[in-house]
């Protein structure tokens, strides 16, 4: 299985930048995808950004195409570089990751990290 653990939520001001990592342990070659996703209370988790780890392609959700960065490091952590940040950005950021082990399946979230946006 692979184990998925956040850091640098935060405290952020409206335009300001923040960026948030996710370390993934485990059977990280069994990876396809790493993922961002966030949630705010009452709300459906909604994706953010994605990242092939086969290609580094990336797929960003409308509301954070040209402000947010989603990359990886050799080290198999994956980041999200937030800049020009909004009021509605707030939410709890959730790390994903999903493949295969075996034929088996599987997709892993991280504990999740707080973005708070003020001023």
């Known amino acids: 299985q692979v184990q998925l653990v956040e850091s640098g939520g935060g405290l952020v001001q409206p335009g300001g930048s923040l960026r948030l990592s996710c370390t993934a342990s485990?059977?990280?070659?069994?990876?396809?995808?790493m993922s961002w996703y966030r949630q705010i209370p009452e709300k459906e988790r909604e994706l953010v950004a994605a990242i092939s780890m086969f290609t580094d392609s990336t797929n960003y959700a409308d509301s954070a195409k040209d402000r947010f960065t989603i990359f990886r490091d050799k080290t198999n952590t994956m980041y999200l570089q937030m800049a020009s940040v909004k009021p509605e950005d707030a939410a709890e950021y959730y790390c994903?990751?999903?493949?295969?082990?075996?034929?088996?399946?599987?997709?892993?979230w991280g504990q999740g990290t707080q973005v708070t946006v003020s001023s």
């Open positions: 994903h990751a999903s493949g295969y082990i075996g034929s088996e399946r599987y997709d892993a």
């Open positions: 485990g059977e990280t070659s069994s990876m396809y995808f």
